[in-house]
């Protein structure tokens, strides 16, 4: 069977159909690895008549983020093609992240309000592991000399409540002699409650690969995450973990140990 071609005019009007199919806003919202800041740098606040007592950090402890386009944002068919050939986000509809007629700034302050949550579960989970584990310090909070008032963040422009676990390992870095980074740049992500559990949190994957980016080469994720995880960028090591507890431990652990595990673990136990 033979078949015509299409008259020039029609592949014309087709060519012209798909160009401006680039260019019409569409009904997605576009997810994208974000910025990972050290929260050992001057995100974690604590007087210095405390910290001046243990060396100074080394290394990096990374929160990890992630960039969503806000509920009024254009997204355009040239974005969704570039996601597409990039291979560097996802694209969702904007539904599977924002309810029906969202106020932006309520969704900003609702976002903001969950970061405070974060912070304060934070110090909360930090003190009492220091509490329990670390006699040296149980007595100044014991006494009410280092109360959680004394403890801030400066981390603007950023919301949610997955900072949590790594909020909580910032304290504890500054104020614990041990060294728990020693050097090292590490990442991570997870939400936490004032009895140090954490708790999953949304777009792991592209935490991982800002995590990457950002030059770490260990990540500490939520166990409950473990069912979202399928890749795992090259020369990144992720360990799960269910409480502050077991963060600690596994940073405590010798270079060499954890070097013998494999990219993903921590998952089963």
């Given at each position: 069977?033979?078949?015509?071609?299409?008259?020039?005019?029609?592949?014309?009007?087709?060519?012209?159909?798909?160009?401006?199919?680039?260019?019409?806003?569409?009904?997605?919202?576009?997810?994208?690895?974000?910025?990972?800041?050290?929260?050992?740098?001057?995100?974690?606040?604590?007087?210095?008549?405390?910290?001046?007592?243990?060396?100074?950090?080394?290394?990096?402890?990374?929160?990890?983020?992630?960039?969503?386009?806000?509920?009024?944002?254009?997204?355009?068919?040239?974005?969704?093609?570039?996601?597409?050939?990039?291979?560097?986000?996802?694209?969702?509809?904007?539904?599977?992240?924002?309810?029906?007629?969202?106020?932006?700034?309520?969704?900003?302050?609702?976002?903001?309000?969950?970061?405070?949550?974060?912070?304060d579960?934070?110090?909360?989970?930090?003190?009492n592991?220091?509490?329990?584990?670390?006699?040296?310090?149980?007595?100044?909070?014991?006494?009410?000399d280092?109360?959680?008032?004394?403890?801030?963040?400066?981390?603007?422009?950023?919301?949610?409540?997955?900072?949590?676990?790594?909020?909580?390992?910032?304290?504890?870095?500054?104020?614990?002699?041990?060294?728990?980074?020693?050097?090292?740049?590490?990442?991570?992500?997870?939400?936490?409650?004032?009895?140090?559990e954490?708790?999953?949190?949304?777009?792991?994957?592209?935490?991982?690969?800002?995590?990457?980016?950002?030059?770490?080469t260990?990540?500490?994720?939520?166990?409950?995450?473990?069912?979202?995880?399928?890749?795992?960028?090259?020369?990144?090591q992720?360990?799960?973990?269910?409480?502050?507890?077991?963060?600690?431990?596994?940073?405590?652990?010798?270079?060499?140990?954890?070097?013998?595990?494999?990219?993903?673990?921590?998952?089963?136990?």
């Amino acid at each position: 069977m033979r078949y015509s071609p299409l008259p020039r005019l029609v592949k014309y009007f087709l060519a012209l159909i798909l160009v401006l199919s680039l260019f019409i806003p569409l009904p997605f919202a576009i997810v994208l690895p974000g910025p990972a800041t050290d929260v050992l740098g001057p995100v974690v606040k604590i007087p210095a008549r405390f910290t001046d007592k243990v060396p100074a950090p080394t290394g990096k402890l990374m929160l990890t983020t992630v960039s969503v386009s806000t509920p009024d944002a254009q997204v355009f068919g040239f974005e969704v093609l570039l996601r597409w050939i990039q291979a560097d986000g996802v694209v969702v509809p904007k539904s599977v992240i924002y309810e029906p007629d969202v106020d932006v700034e309520e969704e900003k302050k609702a976002s903001l309000a969950e970061m405070d949550g974060s912070q304060d579960n934070a110090i909360a989970a930090a003190f009492n592991y220091l509490n329990r584990y670390e006699p040296a310090l149980a007595q100044s909070l014991r006494s009410g000399d280092l109360t959680s008032r004394l403890v801030k963040f400066d981390l603007p422009n950023t919301g949610g409540p997955s900072g949590g676990m790594i909020f909580a390992l910032g304290i504890i870095e500054k104020l614990d002699s041990a060294q728990l980074v020693n050097g090292r740049l590490i990442a991570g992500t997870g939400t936490i409650n004032k009895k140090g559990e954490v708790g999953p949190i949304g777009g792991i994957e592209d935490k991982l690969i800002g995590a990457k980016r950002a030059g770490a080469t260990l990540f500490i994720a939520p166990i409950d995450n473990c069912i979202d995880i399928t890749h795992i960028p090259k020369g990144l090591q992720v360990v799960a973990v269910s409480t502050l507890a077991q963060a600690v431990t596994l940073l405590k652990k010798p270079a060499q140990a954890l070097a013998k595990l494999p990219p993903l673990s921590g998952c089963f136990n």
